[in-house]
């Protein structure tokens, strides 16, 4: 297989005052595609920059296949990378751009004509050689980036945030592109991003950074499902959250008092009776009463119906109680609901998310 | 719109001005190079065919030249670094490459009489630290007038340099580093092609200015650097030559526009200098 | 196994000792002047044995020097006037007008900063001869306001070209006539380019050499004429002591804008 493992032990950078990176340990195994995922200053871009070489750690090591290049400047890690402005070189046309790493490792002119048409077959845009950077769409140059970040055989591709300046339509079908391109190469992926919905689609794995210390990494469904703590649970996803004291403890089953509303979870270890928490249910996981047994049951009404094409969320108020999202996909029950309506709403046992109180 | 019609007659008042005290008196010099007294191209063919006049020229396009390349290069690392650093840093540096720009051109050229004569600062220290024996001729030598002409044009060179290097996107040489290319290759093969508008631009006008110099090669040149303008000045005010003179301004001015037009393509010639794979 | 250590930063080392020699050579020379301009002794030194003020009070003194002090701020007063004038003008008619030979216009009115100077000082001079011109400060005025219009018009247009003119409309829809969109609007935003025009043309004018040379006479002697005359007889020092005001003026129009808002030229 072509990718190669990364390994980040206790990497830290720190600009001045601020620090970027505290003290991260990551692995990547090979192959595989891995998300930073964060706000900004959270930290994913330094560890990109780091990745690279663009940046030296204060402490730590970096490792390929087991081989520490903390400090091995960037022209020496065949890493492809691409940035989020593309930065193609605007006095040479696309197959001299992407021909440049091949050039740079002195590779035969033959060769390195075969293999910037793979390349640019490969991200389709075959045919395109001989126009320059300023003559393509913002799609046609981020693919041109692509196709130079991978023509070397570089066993780790680097991405910055590559698809924010592209519209909504255009980005969603890259991202399917990009992962193609990447399983068809075996090639190890480390994508930075903001948009939640984007790791989850692309990703093999996510981590999540928060002010340069890593909060959860995991599937994306471990992410969505299980959400470490109350960060992840409100950066990916939308919740519903219930801040509340456990009240008891029964075989396995955990009732938790949240101002009144009796939440029933199934009880993760370590919990104990009397301690403070929130639990979080998924938008998506509210049901109304006649569609299922459910364990959670409330009487509400309908406050506000907002239509968002493939669903409609509702604004439920519960009686005597606060304020819940639910999202009720079309064609279903939940499909007509009136303001004003009254609805039971309710959730499973399992639907329950408990995270650390605010 | 009554403003499309408005706009032009903004530019007339000065238009006219121009017309009166700049063009006028040009084309007159034009004019008058052509008489004195009959019309024809007897100064021309003065200038061509007598040996002291072509060196003069032939040595004050040396000198432009040779002022061209040495800003050149002192700019270039210069600007460089300052297209790197931080708003604020650069802003003082700035500064003090404006201020010599600001300062006169005379004071400037005092300054270098000052410290390049013989019993100047530069070689009272050189001699006092036992490195020479005898001052060195450094005053009214070819020497000199490089000196006071570089450190004259030097900031028009820098600040031409400097903003188009401010644009030269900084993650281009990342993504060249990052495709293999050692710094001394990023450089080559992407900074500096990025940066030739900049180095044409500079070039053309410290060549261009360089030609027409008058107050610093009079003061630190000697005889043999003699330049263009020096000429023109002593066929006016002393030998009251003004056809004469007129025909050597001429030539000046004719020797300017040609080399803005070679300039030009250079510049042209460089969006086609781009690479192929 | 490569050895995993920080590289030495060679390149960049080299690149601060260069553009700090470059600096050097840049500053040193206009600064050396200041601390021999206060020497004691009767021909210039570095270092002055001792100081004193005898070439400053040798200025303040002589009053061909006063004399030649005040034809320069004279004339450099009414070039500013009569280019910032005709320049802001010029500027807003080039910016904003779209017409056949704009760019016809632009490039003659930009010719003076690059045509030789001495140049356009000989066809002045020829000119201004006939029409008994030469030797007066209106001359002076007139031939320093056509090398002085550029600076004027670049540093206008460079404002204006930043300006969104959707500014003006929207006071226009408020009620304000043309005239009072301008003043209230309009000149307040472009002010800092009008006032670094000014500041450039009155600089020029007071610094310039050449022109001078030709178009001064007995009765109107700019400044930099007197002492181009002394510094070629002699090295007086008090040209040291004038050089060195020149140069504190100088550094006094870098800085005050910088200090008031608006900023330093664009």
């Given at each position: ?19 970027a ?8 195994e ?27 750690p ?29 930065a ?24 390195i ?45 680097l ?11 255009l ?67 939308e ?5 509340g ?7 396995g ?10 939440v ?16 979080a ?5 509210l ?5 299922a ?8 009404t309908?406050?506000e ?5 493939d669903?409609?969320k ?10 819940l ?34 | 719109?009554k ?41 021309y063919?003065r200038i ?17 030249l ?19 650093l931080g708003?604020?840093t650069?802003?003082i ?53 490089y000196?006071g002409m ?8 820098v ?9 030269i ?30 180095v ?54 004719l ?23 | ?5 920080p ?14 020699a ?6 040193v ?23 004193s ?6 200025y ?57 100077g ?8 020829l ?6 011109l ?18 004027v ?9 930043g ?72 090295t007086?020092?008090t ?9 504190v ?18």
């Amino acid at each position: 297989m072509r990718g190669a493992s990364l390994r980040l032990e206790g990497v830290r950078k720190a600009f001045g005052s601020v620090t970027a990176v505290d003290g991260v340990t990551l692995n990547v195994e090979r192959g595989t595609f891995l998300t930073l995922l964060g706000s900004s200053g959270s930290g994913k871009t330094t560890m990109l920059m780091l990745l690279a070489g663009f940046l030296m750690p204060d402490s730590g090591t970096i490792l390929v296949d087991g081989e520490p290049i903390t400090f091995r400047p960037p022209y020496k890690r065949n890493f492809g990378v691409v940035f989020q402005n593309y930065a193609l070189f605007p006095h040479m046309r696309v197959a001299a751009n992407v021909g440049f790493p091949l050039r740079m490792q002195g590779l035969p002119p033959d060769t390195i004509r075969r293999k910037v048409e793979t390349a640019l077959e490969l991200v389709k845009l075959a045919g395109h050689g001989a126009r320059f950077p300023r003559q393509l769409s913002g799609g046609q140059q981020q693919r041109v980036a692509l196709a130079r970040a991978i023509v070397a055989d570089q066993p780790v591709l680097l991405m910055d945030e590559p698809l924010s300046a592209l519209d909504k339509q255009l980005r969603e079908h890259m991202q399917l592109e990009v992962k193609n391109i990447q399983r068809r190469l075996g090639v190890t992926v480390v994508y930075v991003t903001h948009d939640q919905t984007e790791a989850l689609v692309m990703s093999d794995r996510v981590a999540v950074l928060r002010e340069g210390r890593l909060e959860q990494v995991g599937s994306p469904r471990d992410l969505y499902d299980h959400p470490a703590n109350r960060y992840v649970a409100e950066f990916i996803g939308e919740s519903n959250f219930l801040d509340g004291t456990v009240r008891e403890i029964t075989a396995g089953e955990c009732r938790v008092d949240c101002a009144g509303l009796l939440v029933i979870g199934v009880c993760p270890p370590g919990i104990r009776v009397g301690q403070r928490l929130s639990v979080a249910v998924r938008p998506e996981r509210l049901r109304l009463q006649s569609e299922a047994l459910l364990a959670n049951r409330v009487s509400a009404t309908i406050d506000e119906a907002i239509y968002v094409g493939d669903a409609i969320k509702y604004r439920v108020r519960v009686m005597n109680g606060p304020v819940l999202t639910m999202k009720a996909g079309r064609g279903g029950a939940g499909d007509d609901l009136k303001p004003g309506q009254p609805v039971t709403v309710g959730w499973t046992q399992e639907d329950v998310m408990f995270v650390e109180a605010p | 719109m009554k403003a499309a019609l408005g706009w032009p007659a903004l530019v007339a008042p000065a238009m006219l001005f121009l017309l009166v005290v700049f063009v006028v008196p040009i084309v007159m010099v034009l004019a008058l190079s052509f008489s004195g007294p009959q019309i024809g191209l007897q100064h021309y063919a003065r200038i061509a065919t007598t040996p002291v006049y072509v060196r003069v020229f032939g040595n004050t396009l040396q000198i432009a030249l040779g002022v061209t390349l040495a800003s050149l290069v002192l700019a270039y690392p210069l600007a460089y670094l300052l297209s790197t650093l931080g708003a604020r840093t650069s802003i003082i540096l700035l500064g003090l490459v404006i201020l010599p720009w600001f300062t006169s051109l005379l004071v400037r050229s005092f300054a270098w009489m000052v410290l390049l004569g013989q019993n100047g600062v530069i070689n009272r220290g050189l001699l006092s630290l036992g490195i020479i024996d005898k001052p060195l001729p450094l005053l009214y030598s070819a020497f000199g007038v490089y000196v006071g002409m570089v450190h004259i044009l030097l900031p028009y060179m820098v600040l031409a340099l400097y903003s188009v290097m401010r644009g030269i996107d900084r993650d281009l040489l990342r993504a060249a580093q990052s495709a293999g290319a050692p710094p001394w290759r990023a450089f080559l093969h992407v900074y500096l092609p990025l940066s030739l508008p900049g180095v044409a631009a500079g070039s053309l006008l410290v060549f261009v200015m360089a030609t027409g110099f008058y107050v610093t090669p009079a003061l630190l040149g000697g005889p043999r650097q003699t330049m263009i303008a020096q000429l023109i000045t002593s066929e006016i005010n002393e030998a009251v030559n003004w056809e004469f003179g007129a025909a050597l301004a001429t030539v000046l001015l004719l020797v300017t526009l040609l080399g803005l037009t070679a300039f030009n393509r250079l510049l042209g010639m460089d969006r086609l200098l781009t690479r192929d794979a | 196994m490569r050895a995993d250590r920080p590289p030495p930063r060679w390149g960049l080392f080299t690149l601060y000792v260069v553009s700090g020699a470059v600096l050097v050579f840049l500053i040193v020379p206009i600064l050396i002047i200041i601390p021999m301009s206060f020497g004691s002794a009767l021909s210039l030194e570095f270092p002055p044995r001792s100081l004193s003020l005898q070439w400053y009070v040798k200025y303040f003194t002589t009053p061909a020097w006063l004399r030649a002090t005040g034809i320069s701020f004279q004339v450099a007063l009414g070039t500013t006037i009569l280019a910032t004038a005709l320049g802001t003008l010029a500027a807003f008619g080039l910016v904003r007008g779209r017409f056949v030979g704009r760019d016809l216009l632009l490039a003659l009115i930009l010719s003076p900063l690059i045509i030789p100077g001495i140049v356009i000082a000989v066809a002045i001079y020829l000119v201004f001869a006939r029409v008994h011109l030469v030797g007066s400060p209106l001359g002076l005025v007139l031939a320093h306001t056509v090398l002085a219009l550029p600076l004027v018009v670049v540093n206008v247009a460079a404002t204006l070209k930043g300006f969104d003119e959707a500014v003006e409309r929207a006071a226009m829809s408020l009620g304000a006539g043309p005239i009072r969109t301008f003043r209230y609007v309009t000149f307040p935003l472009i002010r800092p380019g009008v006032i670094a025009g000014a500041l450039f043309a009155f600089m020029a004018s007071f610094d310039e050499v050449i022109v001078a040379i030709f178009l001064s006479g007995r009765t109107a002697t700019t400044l930099p004429k007197r002492m181009w005359d002394s510094v070629l007889l002699e090295t007086d020092p008090t040209i040291a002591a004038i050089s060195t005001m020149l140069i504190v003026l100088a550094m006094l129009v870098l800085v005050l804008p910088t200090l008031g808002r608006g900023g330093s030229r664009g």
